[in-house]
C-alpha cells in the first residue's frame, strides 16, 4: 500500500471557546477521488485514492489553536465476518496516517450582500491536506474517519457544545471500489456570517465527474472526541474511533437537525438542487449537517457530509425603506390611515441617506396613478377609500430597496350632535347624533355627559340631578380606527321642581334658634334664594339661621331664582312653633340648720316641666320632686334647682343654707412648739362660731405684748408677733374677749405653759 500526501482542511470558527484552544472547529467534509488500479494501473486487485478533508476555522478566535500538523486520520473496512471495523494499517503498521499541511492556509472572504454592511472582524481561513492511499478492492466498505474536539461553547443550538467534537468521515462502498467511482465534492462553502430577517439563497450543491443521481438533505452532525480522558473521549482520539458514531444533541424541539436553524418558517434545502433557502429569524451560531447521496442505477454509491456552523447575525443595512406615518403590516409593506383629510404629509424615514441617490413615489389618485420624485411628498387624494402605493429607493440599481403602501383616506367622519331640554323645567336632556362617514362605518358611540355620566348608543337621554355647567364631550370611532370628537357646554338651570326646606327644629322656648336648610330639587348657592318669616323678617342665603323672640306660630314664603331667570315659590305655614320657657319655684323647709337637727325638706313646685337635678354642695345630684337630705357638718351649702320643658329650654334658683353646732371654746394651759407636729400652735378650740367678736393677746412677764389677734383661726407659734424670734420657754400671762351671737360677753385671764 503507498500513500502521497495531498490533505484538504477547511476549518471556521466565529466565536472563540474559552474552555480549549481547539474550540474552534465549526465543520469540515471529507470526499475521495479514484484514480483508477495501483502502480500506475498494473495491480488490478487494488485501487489508488486521493482522499481530501476539508475543515475550517475562524481566524480571530481567542485561544484557538492553529491547524493541526500534521494530523493523523484512520481507515477502517468492515469485518464481512464479525461485523466489526477493523484498522487498515498506515505507514510502518501505524494505526493511523499521518500527513502535514500541503500548503499555506487560504483566506475565505466573507459574502458579499448588496446593500447590507457586515459585522466587523470577520476572518475565515481554509487550511489544505492530501493524501493518496492504494486499497484492494473488496466486498466491504472502507471508513476513513478524522476527529477532533471541541467546538465553540457559543453554538446555540446543541447541548453542550464546549464538550462536543466532530467526527469527519466518509466510505468508499464496495460498487465504488468495482467501478473505480469518486465521490461527490461540494462547489462552494456555505457564507461566513447570513444576516437575520434577510432572505438567504445558497447554492449548496455539489458536482460529481461521473454525472451520478446526487440527492440532498439535512443530516446529523456527528460527535467526536472529548474534553477529558483517554481514547474515544480524548481531545484527539489517537486512533481515530470506528463507527457507530454518536450524533451531537439539538436542544430539541426548537431545534432539530432536519430544522437546524429554528424559527419559522423554517430554513431549508432543496432535495433536488441543494439550493439552502429562507429568512433566519434568529441571531445566533447553528451547526448544520448536509448530506449528499450518491446514487447509481439505484445503488448507493457514497454519502459525501458537510458538518458546518451557521454564523447568524445583525447587519445593518445601507438602502432601506420606511414610512414613519404607517403601520408594517408585512415584510416591505405599510398601511398608513388618513383620517379627517384629504392631504397626507408622507413621512419617510428610509436609510441611509447618504447611499440613497434617486426614489420615486407611484400611488392610486382619482382613477390613475400618479407620481412624486420628492423625499417626502404631500399627496392631496380626489377621493375617500384605498389608495394603492409604493416607493423605491434607488430604482435601477444592485443596491435598491422598494416597499409596497396602502393609503385608506376617511375624509368627513363627523361627531355633529344637538342637545335639547327644556330651560325652566328640570326635566331630562337629550343628546341627538348626527355623526356620520362616506367612506367607512361607525361603530363606536362614546358620550362623556358630564357629572360622571357616559354612554354608549347614538342618542342618549339622561336625568340630571344637580345644576351646572356640563362639558360634553361626544367621540365617533369607525370600522377602520378613525375618530372623530365634537365638545360642547350645557348650561343647566332649571327651577325647582318642588320648592322645600328643612328646620333644624319645629317648636322650642323663645328665644328659639333655628337652622333652615333648602332641600329644593335642582338648586345650588348659584340660585337666589329669600327667606320671608311672617315674624316681618327677610333672609337670603341657600342656607339661613333665624332667631324667634317672640311666642306664637310663624309662617315661611321661601322664593328661589335660578341664575337663567326661572323663578319658583312655595308658602308654608306654622313653620315653628315658640313657647315661653319653664319657671323654676321650690320649697325649703329651712335655711338655718342645726347639727342636732340636720334634715331639711326640698320640694319642686315648678309648672309645666318634665325634669328636675337638685344639686347640693355642687357635687350631689338628685332628680326627686321632694326628697329630705341630712347634713353632716357644719358650713354653708349651696342649695340648686334647675328644671326642663319638653324642649329642653331650663330655669335655675340656687340658695345658701348654714348648718352649725352649738358654741364652745376652751384654751391650752400648754403647747410645744418645737417642730415635731404636734401641739405647736396655741389658740382657741372646740365649736367656735356665730362669734360676733373675739380678741386674744400673750404677755411676757415685763407687761409687753408678743402676739396679739382678733381672728379666732389665727393662732401663736411661739415667736414674737408671730414673725420675729423665739421666745424662750416658761410661763405666759394672756388675755381673751369675746362675745358669741344671742349671748353675753366672755373676758378672761389666764397663763399659758410654753415648753421645749
Not at 35 to 49: E, I, V
Not at 507 to 534: A, M, Q, R
Not at 578 to 594: C, D, R, T
Not at 671 to 694: A, T
Request: proline share 6%; net charge negative; charged share 20%.
Amino acid at each position: 500500500m503507498r500513500v502521497r500526501h495531498h490533505f484538504y482542511l477547511l476549518l471556521i470558527f466565529i466565536v472563540s471557546s474559552q474552555i480549549l484552544k481547539a474550540a474552534h472547529i465549526i465543520g469540515g467534509e471529507m470526499y475521495y477521488e479514484c484514480l483508477g488500479y495501483a502502480n500506475n494501473g498494473s495491480d488490478t486487485t487494488m485501487r489508488s485514492y486521493k482522499i481530501v478533508i476539508k475543515l475550517y476555522r475562524d481566524c480571530y478566535a481567542q485561544n484557538a489553536a492553529l491547524f493541526d500538523n500534521p494530523i493523523g486520520f484512520t481507515i477502517y473496512k468492515k469485518n464481512a465476518s464479525s461485523g466489526a471495523y477493523d484498522i487498515v494499517k498506515g505507514p510502518r503498521s501505524s494505526n493511523e496516517f499521518n500527513v502535514s499541511l500541503f500548503s499555506e492556509p487560504d483566506t475565505i472572504d466573507p459574502p458579499v450582500y448588496p446593500c447590507l454592511i457586515l459585522p466587523p472582524n470577520i476572518c475565515v481561513e481554509s487550511g489544505t491536506y492530501e493524501t493518496i492511499v492504494d486499497l484492494p478492492i473488496i466486498n466491504q466498505e472502507y471508513i476513513i474517519v478524522w476527529q477532533r474536539c471541541c467546538r465553540n461553547n457559543t453554538i446555540t443550538n446543541i447541548l453542550t457544545p464546549e464538550a462536543t467534537g466532530a467526527t469527519f468521515t466518509i466510505s468508499i462502498h464496495p460498487e465504488s471500489q468495482k467501478t473505480c467511482n469518486s465521490s461527490p465534492k461540494f462547489q462552494n462553502f456555505p457564507p461566513t456570517v447570513v444576516c437575520v430577517n434577510n432572505f438567504l439563497k445558497f447554492d449548496h450543491s455539489a458536482i460529481d465527474k461521473e454525472g451520478d443521481l446526487l440527492i440532498y438533505e439535512f443530516c446529523e452532525p456527528l460527535a467526536g472526541g472529548g474534553r477529558n480522558g483517554n481514547g474515544c473521549n480524548s481531545v484527539i482520539p489517537t486512533p481515530d474511533c470506528p463507527p457507530p458514531f454518536t450524533p451531537v444533541s439539538f436542544k430539541a424541539p426548537n431545534y432539530t437537525y432536519a430544522y437546524p436553524l429554528g424559527g419559522n418558517p423554517r430554513v431549508t434545502i432543496d432535495n433536488i438542487t441543494g439550493v439552502i433557502s429562507g429568512e433566519p429569524t434568529e441571531i445566533g451560531q447553528f451547526v448544520v449537517g448536509v448530506c449528499v447521496s450518491e446514487y447509481r442505477s439505484g445503488v448507493l454509491l457514497s454519502k459525501l457530509r458537510r458538518d458546518f456552523q451557521f454564523n447568524v447575525a445583525s447587519c445593518e443595512g445601507t438602502v432601506v425603506g420606511g414610512i414613519q406615518n404607517g403601520n408594517l403590516v408585512a415584510k416591505k409593506e405599510f398601511d398608513v390611515l388618513l383620517c379627517g383629510s384629504n392631504q397626507l404629509q408622507m413621512v419617510n424615514n428610509s436609510y441611509k441617506q447618504s447611499f440613497i441617490t434617486s426614489l420615486i413615489w407611484t400611488y392610486e389618485n382619482g382613477g390613475g396613478i400618479d407620481t412624486s420624485y420628492d423625499w417626502a411628498p404631500l399627496i392631496n387624494f380626489k377621493e375617500g377609500g384605498f389608495h394603492n402605493g409604493r416607493m423605491i429607493l434607488n430604482p435601477g440599481s444592485n443596491c435598491s430597496d422598494t416597499i409596497q403602501f396602502k393609503v385608506n383616506v376617511v375624509p368627513d367622519l363627523s361627531s355633529n350632535f344637538k342637545v335639547q331640554f327644556d330651560t325652566c323645567n328640570a326635566g331630562p336632556v337629550s343628546f341627538k347624533s348626527f355623526a356620520g362617514s362616506t367612506y367607512s362605518k361607525i361603530i363606536d358611540h362614546n358620550w362623556a355627559l358630564g357629572d360622571g355620566y357616559t354612554s354608549f348608543i347614538p342618542d342618549p337621554v339622561i336625568n340630571y340631578y344637580r345644576p351646572g355647567w356640563y362639558n360634553i364631550n361626544y367621540t365617533v370611532s369607525d370600522n377602520f380606527g378613525c375618530k372623530s370628537s365634537s365638545t360642547t357646554a350645557v348650561q343647566w338651570y332649571p327651577a325647582p321642581n318642588v320648592v322645600i326646606f328643612e328646620p333644624t327644629v319645629r317648636e322650642g322656648c323663645v328665644p328659639l334658634t333655628v337652622n333652615f336648610k333648602n332641600i329644593s330639587f335642582p338648586t345650588d348657592n348659584t340660585y337666589k334664594f329669600i327667606w320671608k318669616f311672617s315674624d316681618s323678617t327677610i333672609s337670603t342665603g341657600f342656607n339661613v339661621m333665624h332667631t324667634f323672640n317672640d311666642t306664637g306660630r310663624f309662617h315661611l314664603k321661601m322664593e328661589v331664582t335660578s341664575p337663567h331667570g326661572c323663578y319658583k315659590e312655595g308658602l308654608f305655614n306654622d313653620i315653628v312653633t315658640v313657647y315661653n320657657p319653664p319657671k323654676a319655684e321650690w320649697m325649703i323647709s329651712k335655711f338655718l340648720i342645726n347639727l342636732k337637727d340636720p334634715e331639711i325638706t326640698l320640694s319642686d313646685l315648678s309648672k309645666n316641666t318634665i325634669g328636675r337635678t337638685w344639686i347640693l354642695n355642687d357635687n350631689e345630684h338628685y332628680f326627686d320632686q321632694s326628697l329630705n337630705f341630712k347634713f353632716v357638718d357644719t358650713g354653708s351649702y349651696p342649695i340648686k334647682l334647675i328644671v326642663n320643658d319638653r324642649f329642653l329650654c331650663t330655669d335655675t334658683l340656687e340658695q345658701f343654707v348654714t348648718v352649725y353646732k352649738d358654741f364652745s371654746l376652751f384654751m391650752p394651759n400648754a403647747f410645744s412648739p418645737n417642730g415635731d407636729g404636734k401641739n405647736e400652735f396655741f389658740g382657741p378650740k372646740g365649736q367656735i362660731h356665730s362669734l360676733e367678736s373675739f380678741a386674744l393677746i400673750v404677755y411676757d412677764r415685763w407687761g409687753s405684748t408678743l402676739f396679739k389677734t382678733n381672728n379666732a383661726e389665727i393662732q401663736w407659734n411661739g415667736r414674737f408677733d408671730n414673725t420675729g424670734k423665739e421666745v424662750p420657754p416658761g410661763v405666759y400671762l394672756y388675755t381673751l374677749k369675746y362675745k358669741v351671737r344671742g349671748k353675753e360677753a366672755v373676758e378672761e385671764k389666764r397663763m399659758v405653759t410654753l415648753l421645749k
